[in-house]
């Protein structure tokens, strides 16, 4: 029995050119960057068939060449090793207005110094991110581990055997890295004016940075 190349043969016939859909609610409805393998597997549970990789690449790259007209504001783009919906840069400016203006938290300067530390000597421990630092980093390390920004790696074989620390997959993704490559390079920086970019409006009391070790 030959069924078209666009069909396949499950439950019910399934058109190829649906999955496309199927992808396009997945991307929108996740929470973090949807990977491949979760597609899979989701659509698996759906029509009791497992898509080749190449057939969901080809699904998503299809939905990247939809996004990119003029008439969407949103785009599909790879990030942290999956895909999510992210607003074009045309609007870059007035999402982050909006997000000032409804959002009271930030990650303080010391929390960023302490983050920039980790992503670019990972894995490090505490003692050596206090001694770039020179001063204490409990707290940060604490508020970063809490937010999912960064991970605990593992232990050092030095004495005492001291915690590691590292980026997680949360920090690609509220970074908008693909990933750690796209990280700028220290050549990249120029002094005095360059700084690793504007303070972050996710999780720390704006009236609480005060406090925070200097």
Known sequence: MSIAPNLYLCPKYFALDKLQQHIESLIFASDHPITIEEIQDCM???????FAEEEIKEAIDA???????DTFALEV????????FLSKGAFHNTVGIFLKQTTKKRLSRAALETLSIIAYKQPVTKS????????SCDYSIQKLLEKELVSILGRSDGPGRPLL??????????????DMRDLPKPKDFKMPDSEIGEQAPIEEDVAQENQEEE
């Open 77 to 84: 783009v790879p990030i942290a090793n999956g895909y999510q």
């Open 63 to 69: 939905l990247m060449a939809k996004y990119q007209d």
């Open 165 to 178: 620390y590292g980026t997680s997959e949360k920090f690609m993704d509220y970074f908008g890295l693909r």
């Open 128 to 135: 050596e991110l206090e001694g770039i630092r020179g001063v």
């Open 44 to 50: 698996e549970a759906v029509v009791e068939i497992k």
